[in-house]
C-alpha cells in the first residue's frame, strides 16, 4: 500500500497535550497501555479456533460464571488477563473494576500506584464471538479519590461510584473486519485504525460527529412484551413508516453487541434501545452502569448524540454499587429527546401498530 502519513496514536495524545489540560504524560501513558491490551485481544479473536480461544470458559470441570450470573467464554477471562496485567504495573492507576470481577482489583504492592482508576468490560458482545460476529471492550477512566493519592490505601467499591460528568476519558475498541480504537479525552472523539503491518493505531477519523435525525433504531424486539409504554409507543411509530405519525421509513437492526451497535450509530447516525423494562423487577436494566452506560455515553455526548436512561442524561446519574445496571438509550439527539419526551407525556392506550398489541392480529 502507498504511504499516507496519519498520526500515530502517541502523536494524537501528544497533541492534545498542548490543547487539553487532561492529556498530561501519565495520562497519555496509561491511555497507551489501555491501547495494548486492546491490540492484545485483537490477535486473540483474529486467531478464533486456531488459537483455542473459542468457547466457554472451563472452571473445574464445568462452566465458568461470572458475578453478572453470566456464562464466561474463554475470551471473556483471556481479555480481562491482558486488561489486569498490562495495567497494572505502569505506576498510572490506584485501582481497576471489570465486569468479571466481582470486587475492585488491587494493584499489586510491589508495583507502583497512580492517580487513576479503570474500569472497563474487556470483551462486549462475547456471546458473538463463536460465531465469528463483532464484539469489542469499553474503558473509562476516572481520577482516584483524594483519600487514595493521600493515604495509598487500597481502592474500595465507593471509590469508583462517580457520576459519568467526571470521566477524565472513555472509549472502546472494536474488533470487526479492522481494529479501531475510539477515544475522547473530552474534547471531541477520534477513531484510530490498527496498522497491521505496524502494529501501531493510526488517526482515520478525527472529530467523529453523529447526525441529529436518524432513520435507523436498535432494539431487540424479543423484548416487546416487557417494555414500558413510552418504548412501545416509539417503536410502534417507527414501524408505522410513512403512513404513520412519523411520515418516514425506519429500518430496524440488531447485532447484540453494544459497542458494534454504538460504532454504527458514530459512523452514520441512529438510535440504541436497551430500555428498562418488566422482564425482571430486581433490574433497573440490563446494562452496566460504570462500565458500559457511562463510557458509551461520554463518547456518544462528545459526538453530539445523546445518553440517556430514557428520563434523563446517563451521565448524570450518581452510582450507588458497582455492577449497577440501568437501562440506556443513546444516539442522534433529536430521536433520543423524543424518547425521553414520551416518557414524560401521558401513556396511550392505543398502540399503532398490532403487532406489538396485547389483542390477536385476527379478528373474530
Request: aromatic share 8%.
Amino acid at each position: 500500500m502507498p504511504f499516507s502519513h496519519r498520526f500515530t496514536l502517541t502523536q494524537y495524545l501528544i497533541e492534545q497535550r498542548r490543547r487539553f489540560p487532561n492529556a498530561r504524560g501519565d495520562f497519555n501513558a496509561l491511555v497507551l497501555d489501555v491501547a495494548l491490551a486492546c491490540k492484545a485481544i485483537a490477535g486473540a479473536v483474529a486467531y478464533g479456533e486456531l488459537g483455542g480461544v473459542l468457547g466457554n470458559h472451563d472452571a473445574q470441570g464445568s462452566d465458568s460464571v461470572n458475578v453478572q450470573g453470566e456464562t464466561q467464554k474463554k475470551l471473556d477471562v483471556l481479555s480481562n488477563q491482558y486488561f489486569t496485567r498490562l495495567n497494572e504495573w505502569g505506576g498510572h492507576l490506584a485501582g481497576m473494576a471489570s465486569e468479571e470481577l466481582e470486587h475492585p482489583f488491587q494493584i499489586p504492592n510491589h508495583q507502583p500506584r497512580g492517580k487513576y482508576l479503570l474500569v472497563f468490560d474487556p470483551l462486549d458482545g462475547s456471546s458473538n464471538i463463536d460465531v465469528n460476529m463483532t464484539v469489542g471492550s469499553i474503558f473509562s477512566i476516572l481520577r482516584a479519590p483524594k483519600e487514595v493519592l493521600e493515604t495509598g490505601r487500597d481502592v474500595v467499591e465507593a471509590d469508583f461510584f462517580q457520576p459519568g460528568t467526571t470521566q477524565v476519558a472513555a472509549g472502546y475498541a472494536l474488533y470487526g473486519p479492522t481494529t479501531m480504537l475510539v477515544l475522547t479525552v473530552g474534547n471531541g472523539v477520534a477513531g484510530f485504525t490498527l496498522d497491521p503491518n505496524l502494529g501501531e493505531f493510526m488517526l482515520t477519523h478525527r472529530d467523529i460527529q453523529v447526525p441529529v435525525d436518524t432513520h435507523e433504531f436498535a432494539i431487540n424486539a424479543s423484548n416487546s412484551r416487557f417494555w414500558e409504554a413510552p418504548v412501545k409507543r416509539y417503536v410502534d411509530e417507527c414501524l408505522a413508516g410513512k403512513t404513520g405519525p412519523r411520515s418516514k421509513d425506519f429500518n430496524m437492526r440488531w447485532i447484540a453487541s453494544m459497542v458494534a451497535e454504538a460504532h454504527r450509530i458514530l459512523m452514520r447516525g441512529g438510535v440504541f434501545l436497551y430500555p428498562r423494562d418488566t422482564k425482571d423487577a430486581a433490574k433497573p436494566g440490563r446494562l452496566r452502569l460504570l462500565y458500559e452506560a457511562n463510557p458509551i455515553g461520554m463518547v456518544m455526548e462528545q459526538a453530539g448524540a445523546r445518553a440517556s436512561t430514557g428520563e434523563k442524561p446517563v451521565l448524570n446519574v450518581q452510582p450507588t454499587a458497582l455492577h449497577q445496571r440501568i437501562g440506556l438509550v443513546f444516539g442522534s439527539k433529536n430521536e433520543v429527546e423524543r424518547i425521553e419526551r414520551y416518557h414524560t407525556e401521558p401513556a396511550r392506550s392505543e398502540m399503532i401498530n398490532p403487532l406489538f398489541a396485547e389483542r390477536s392480529l385476527f379478528r373474530d
